[in-house]
């Protein structure tokens, strides 16, 4: 498991610098991985599903800081987003909106797509696609966009 491996190493260095934001994001990481493992499942974690761990993570902390700041809690929504900038080392290098357009586009054309009717197709391959290189959310606005 080589995100486990890696959080253990980045937590070391962590606590050595008495980095408190990344101690906390990692300390998160960790804990997930934990939960996973002893859920009972009995299956190793594979990197798909470590990116999936990451990207929710991710995404909880952006919801967090959304909601600090509607509270003008710029204090805290700031802890959560330095968070999120740690989190993000762990997924692979994100894909420009021009990038994911240009790859809807030959989905689209690969599935025949022509109308929203036709979404659930689209999402489904780009969301295989693009895996920890692009957010649900940034695929679908433009999955809407070019069905529309």
């Known amino acids: 498991m080589g995100l486990e491996k890696d959080v253990m190493e980045k937590m070391k260095l962590a606590m050595k610098a008495k980095d408190s934001v990344a101690l906390a994001s990692l300390r998160s990481i960790k804990s997930e991985i934990l939960k996973l493992k002893?859920?009972?499942?009995g299956k190793e974690m594979t990197e798909a599903d470590e990116l999936?761990?990451?990207?929710?993570?991710?995404?909880?902390?952006?919801?967090?800081?959304?909601?600090?700041?509607e509270q003008n809690r710029?204090?805290?929504?700031?802890?959560?987003?330095d968070?999120?900038?740690?989190?993000?080392?762990f997924l692979p290098q994100q894909l420009s909106e021009d990038e994911i357009k240009s790859e809807i586009k030959?989905?689209?054309?690969?599935?025949?797509?022509?109308?929203?009717?036709?979404?659930?197709?689209v999402m489904g391959l780009a969301s295989k696609k693009m895996a920890g290189k692009a957010e649900g959310a940034v695929i679908s606005k433009i999955v809407k966009a070019e069905l529309s």
Do not use: P
């Open 38 to 41: 002893t859920s009972g499942s």
């Open 52 to 69: 999936k761990l990451v990207q929710k993570l991710i995404k909880q902390r952006k919801d967090s800081a959304q909601l600090y700041k």
């Open 74 to 81: 710029e204090d805290l929504a700031k802890e959560e987003l």
């Open 83 to 89: 968070q999120v900038v740690i989190l993000e080392d």
């Open 106 to 121: 030959i989905i689209i054309g690969q599935v025949g797509a022509s109308s929203m009717k036709d979404m659930g197709k």
